[in-house]
């Protein structure tokens, strides 16, 4: 495990010791001392003081990615290299030219390549899949994530561009995107508008965006990251020709038929547990991840187009 900290505590790092064939062997982190905590914790066998350390240790056949985006390209890259198949942190990377390199790494070494989209795995989110069956043909999705300002400052890495690659609507409004891709197909048409409201940092504040997705249905989404505590909001709406689903993306709320079923998933305790078993199976040649390289470069080039970056 390259980066252990906060998501590697709680949301993947307890599952690499609990799945059947799985045990952490190495961590490393810029700080050695809680690396070597991290380490004592979770029960890795030894924690490495760099990442060149932790690639070159025998004992380590896998990756795990879990660093700020400014160097998973570079990490996961050199992995590869490494002959070690490797596991990234969402997003891919801070682009899509960073992803494409990524991907064509992973080609030409022939090591997979699989990101931490868990989503694509947990139960709520599946039967939001399993119903969509039940609301028609998909007219068009509405989604809404509103929020108060940053709370983790002007300073956190996740406002950082160089960092990040954006700001929160890289780092959370990824998560919807390749969720849409997995519920509904890829996007094939995205276009939208970035504003920097607040000024309280570089990265931008507010995201709107209009979709087209593979099956012809529409989207329109909006991020805002700038506005009252008490305005929250975090609703997806499939309307379908028979249908409307309604969920959550980031809150525990249940799946919402407009014929009045609800489904309440059970929580899921290590939250990337059901997809790093996937990973593991893939690996072993037992199964497919639902997350790889190739479908997160497709959330990476549509975050480009709503940004307005440059595809090259």
């Not at 380590?60 to 590869?80: E, N």
């Not at 994530?145 to 709370?151: A, I, K, N, Q, S």
């Not at 996937?278 to 479908?295: D, F």
Request: glycine fraction near 8%; aromatic fraction near 8%.
């Amino acid at each position: 495990m390259i980066g252990c900290g906060a998501v590697a505590e709680a949301k993947s790092g307890p599952a690499f010791s609990r799945l059947p064939g799985s045990r952490l062997v190495a961590v490393t982190r810029r700080d050695q001392a809680l690396a070597a905590d991290f380490a004592r914790r979770h029960g890795a066998l030894r924690s490495h003081s760099c990442a060149e350390e932790l690639l070159a240790d025998p004992e380590v056949t896998a990756v795990y990615v879990a660093t700020p985006p400014d160097s998973h390209a570079r990490y996961a890259i050199a992995a590869m290299q490494a002959g070690k198949p490797v596991y990234v942190e969402k997003p891919m990377a801070r682009n899509a030219v960073e992803a494409e390199h990524m991907l064509e790494v992973s080609r030409l070494t022939g090591q997979p390549l699989f990101v931490a989209y868990y989503r694509r795995c947990l139960p709520a989110f599946l039967k939001v899949r399993e119903w969509l069956s039940r609301i028609g043909q998909v007219r068009f999705v509405l989604c809404e994530l509103v929020r108060g300002p940053d709370p983790e400052g002007p300073n956190a890495w996740r406002v950082q561009p160089e960092l990040s690659g954006g700001g929160y609507f890289v780092d959370l409004g990824s998560h919807l995107l390749d969720l849409l891709d997995f519920l509904l197909g890829p996007i094939t048409r995205a276009r939208g508008t970035p504003a920097w409201q607040a000024g309280m940092y570089r990265a931008e504040d507010l995201v709107t965006a209009e979709l087209a997705f593979s099956n012809g249905a529409l989207g329109i989404g909006v991020w805002c990251f700038n506005a009252r505590p008490e305005d929250q909001r975090d609703r997806v709406e499939i309307v379908g020709s028979r249908a409307r689903l309604s969920f959550s993306c980031f809150r525990p709320e249940p799946v919402r038929l407009s014929t009045g079923e609800e489904f309440l998933a059970e929580p899921v305790t290590c939250v990337q547990e059901p997809l790093l078993a996937t990973v593991l199976s893939a690996l072993r040649g037992e199964g497919e991840c639902p997350s790889t390289g190739h479908s997160a470069l497709r959330t990476e080039r549509v975050m480009d187009a709503i940004l307005g970056r440059s595809p090259g």
